[in-house]
């Protein structure tokens, strides 16, 4: 069977820096991936290269079967491939169900993009009581909220998140990872890089432990969470 998204030997570089040296790994259909690793090792450049907007300087991208090196950001969208980034980069001035709209710039469907409005709101129903509120006023988990809501009406086949609980209390922390977990069973295949090691692994299907710019480790989310190394870097335990 053909993954759905296939990286192979990829290399990205800030100038002299290469912060990616030769990452490799593959998503199926239907999985949660995930990246973990400290600040630095290279996830949050590995996403912005698979989304187009940084270019790769060696390297293998290639999205449900279409290669992906040279593709423009928003065709890389179109392909079904978004990107919920660190930060949330929402619209503040907008309001929620504007910056929901936003995400579907793409497509033409006026019934499914309100089905798919309301499918977010079902998900996160303080953003469907807040609908006419600026986004720029909502709390950090709230934002994160819209973030991953505005990625999900691209109808995407593949959804990455970029550090979704980062900032958060723990309670919208646990919120979000409901979500993704749900996300999961319905059947959304997920590429999700995430400091919170413990969640990430919780939910993964395959995991693979990033650090400075290499795939150290790879392995099944549960096998990683009980490999000792593991375990003692990212999990707190001795």
Do not use: C, W
Not at 5 to 18: F, N, T
Not at 76 to 102: D, K, M, T
Not at 157 to 163: C, H, S, V
């Amino acid at each position: 069977m053909t993954a759905l998204l296939e990286v192979e030997d990829l290399r990205v570089a800030y100038g002299k820096i290469e912060a990616v040296k030769g990452i490799s790994f593959t998503v199926e259909a239907g999985q949660v991936v995930t990246l973990i690793g400290t600040n630095g090792a290279g996830k949050t450049t590995t996403l912005r290269t698979l989304s187009g907007l940084l270019k790769p300087v060696s390297g293998r991208i290639v999205f449900d079967g279409q290669p992906l090196n040279g593709i423009p950001a928003h065709k890389i969208v179109a392909l079904g491939l978004a990107h919920s980034p660190e930060g949330r980069h929402i619209f503040p001035r907008l309001s929620i169900a504007e910056n929901l709209q936003l995400g579907a710039f793409l497509r033409k469907d006026a019934d499914g993009i309100e089905k798919d409005v309301q499918r977010v709101y079902e998900l996160f129903p303080i953003l469907g009581e807040r609908r006419k509120q600026a986004s720029g006023t909502l709390s950090g988990g709230e934002q994160q909220m819209l973030a991953m809501g505005r990625a999900l009406m691209s109808r995407p086949k593949l959804l990455m998140l970029d550090e979704p609980s980062m900032g958060l209390s723990p309670i919208m922390m646990q919120k979000i990872m409901q979500t993704i977990a749900e996300l999961k069973a319905e059947g959304t295949t997920i590429l999700l890089v995430e400091q919170n090691a413990q969640a990430a692994l919780s939910l993964a299907d395959q995991g693979h432990v990033m650090e400075t710019g290499r795939v150290a480790l790879s392995g099944t989310g549960e096998a990683l969470m009980h490999d000792e190394s593991v375990r003692k870097a990212y999990l707190g335990e001795d």
